[in-house]
């Protein structure tokens, strides 16, 4: 049974940083996808950021809304993809997802693997 777990959630002051985990179990995504969606109350869920494995290296890609702040990192032998988040702002308040696909197809609203989610707040 797959299993991704995500932690490293909580409540920061604006310019703040966090940095999430998500360990994934059951099997191994390190030739495929991983990556982060958000939902924020009385939105829909979105993209944040994916690590997809092309056939020759990883290739890392985020939602405009994030570029230049978060940053997408995995490290195979932990089966983990991380999120390190900083000069966080108060529209960056949402839950967290982790998702993994096992092809090399970006992870996206169909990725057949999810966490429960972290609860991430930023404060003003």
């Known amino acids: 049974q797959v299993q991704l777990v995500e932690s490293g959630g909580g409540l920061v002051q604006a310019g703040g940083s966090l940095r999430l985990s998500c360990v994934a179990s059951?099997?191994?995504?390190?030739?495929?996808?991983m990556g982060w969606f958000r939902q924020a109350p009385g939105k829909e869920r979105e993209f944040v950021a994916a690590?997809?494995?092309?056939?020759?290296?990883?290739?890392?890609d985020y939602a405009d809304s994030v570029k230049g702040r978060f940053a997408i990192s995995r490290d195979n032998a932990k089966n983990t993809v991380y999120l390190q988040m900083n000069s966080l702002k108060p529209e960056d308040t949402a839950v967290y997802y982790c998702?993994?696909?096992?092809?090399?197809?970006?992870?996206?609203?169909?990725?057949?693997?999810w966490g429960q989610g972290t609860q991430v707040t930023v404060s003003s």
């Open positions: 690590h997809t494995w092309t056939g020759v290296t990883y290739y890392a």
């Open positions: 059951g099997r191994t995504f390190s030739t495929g996808s």
């Open positions: 998702a993994a696909d096992p092809s090399r197809t970006r992870v996206s609203e169909i990725s057949p693997y």
